[in-house]
């Protein structure tokens, strides 16, 4: 048990040390700082708002809070995989190191999302105050989903990240494939509109589960669908131990890869 605790105070420390080291890389020398992180989905909540809201209009409520909180979700989950699947080829330094525990990469990659996510909440609240919406108490359950869309992100990283070590068009790959599901993930319109009769096929996209759970939470005041989180939950508890016996058994590759 002492050992145990010991291990877990090692990791947690790596974890809080590579962090900032992956925050302070990120912005290095940088006039904006952490302001970048924020710079892009704003620039495409802009594009949304002109088009649809002035060009093509759609009659929905608090629309800029809406496709606000969908961006915020999508960003960390597209930046996360994006960084997860380089980060061997960029560590290779930290990779031939001893007794590096390399299995904590993509979880590194991960958490810095979500620091990232958490840092851009203040802005979130502030178009929710603009819109006139209000949170409730449902606002506790706001953790639950950060950690259920962290889990499955690290489960899709540790994947991604030991396949590209092999196949360095992954990443190239990884990019078609994440435009396309970002259309078909409710980011800019509501799921009410997808037809009936694709709706079955179109909620396979674990991210329509988790997206529409944030909205529900902050938009509506609601409890968030807890069937469909748990059945993304039961999915998540597959691929990431999936992920990770991919990850451990090319880890002993990596080296000669690089």
């Not at 995989?81 to 061997?88: K, S, Y």
């Not at 259309?183 to 509109?193: A, D, E, G, Q």
Request: net charge positive; no cysteine.
């Amino acid at each position: 048990m002492y050992r145990f605790g010991q291990r877990f105070d090692y990791f947690q420390d790596l974890l809080y040390t590579l962090i900032s080291r992956e925050m302070q890389l990120l912005y290095k020398r940088s006039a904006l700082g952490i302001a970048w992180t924020l710079l892009n989905p704003l620039l495409q909540l802009a594009v949304f708002v002109f088009v649809f809201q002035l060009i093509l209009p759609i009659d929905m409520p608090h629309y800029t809070s809406f496709v606000f909180t969908g961006l915020l979700v999508w960003t960390w989950f597209q930046n996360s995989l994006f960084q997860a699947t380089g980060v061997i080829i960029d560590s290779a330094a930290l990779i031939r190191q001893p007794g590096f525990p390399i299995t904590v990469l993509p979880v590194v990659i991960t958490a810095t999302g979500l620091v990232h996510f958490v840092l851009a909440l203040p802005v979130l609240i502030v178009f929710l105050m603009l819109d006139g919406v209000h949170l409730t108490p449902y606002v506790m359950f706001l953790p639950v989903l950060q950690l259920l869309q962290m889990v499955f992100t690290v489960g899709l990283a540790y994947l991604l990240a030991a396949l590209n070590v092999s196949f360095r068009d992954v990443q190239h790959t990884l990019g078609v494939v994440l435009q396309l599901l970002f259309y078909v993930t409710p980011i800019f319109y509501n799921i009410s509109n997808v037809p009936s009769r694709y709706k079955i096929l179109y909620e396979l996209n674990p991210l329509v589960h988790i997206v529409t759970g944030y909205r529900a939470i902050l938009l509506d005041g609601a409890s968030p669908n807890w069937h469909s989180l748990l059945l993304l939950g039961l999915f998540t508890a597959v691929t990431l131990p999936f992920g990770y016996k991919i990850f451990k058994r090319q880890s002993f590759r990596f080296v000669e890869e690089l």
